[in-house]
């Protein structure tokens, strides 16, 4: 089976902004594949990389996991806060 991918851009103000891509998004169940940075084309995270604002990050995983991954790496989400129902995170 394949799992998608999602680009999610790190605007200012994202909660993910100076945290690590370590256990919060693994527990999520999903994979940081690459991140794209204004001077680097693509890094390849480790646990210890932290998330910039202006960061592209690319992330794999299920449709659930991602969509609750997107909403918790936006702003005004935590990594502690349980995902609002309906539809994915991000401002329209």
């Known amino acids: 089976e394949?799992?998608?991918t999602i680009l999610m851009?790190?605007?200012e103000g994202a909660h993910a902004v100076g945290r690590t891509f370590g256990?919060?998004?693994r527990r999520l169940g999903v994979e940081v594949t690459a991140v794209r940075r204004r001077t680097i084309r693509a890094l390849e995270p480790t646990a210890e990389t932290r998330f910039?604002?202006?960061d592209v990050v690319a992330l794999l995983g299920s449709a659930s996991a991602l969509a609750?991954?997107?909403q918790r790496l936006l702003p005004g989400r935590t990594?502690?806060?349980p995902p609002a129902s309906g539809g994915c995170g991000g401002r329209a």
Request: zero cysteines; hydrophobic letters at 35%.
């Open 2 to 4: 394949t799992r998608p």
């Open 9 to 11: 851009l790190l605007a």
């Open 23 to 25: 256990n919060p998004i």
């Open 52 to 54: 910039r604002t202006g």
């Open 68 to 70: 609750t991954a997107e």
């Open 79 to 81: 990594f502690s806060q």
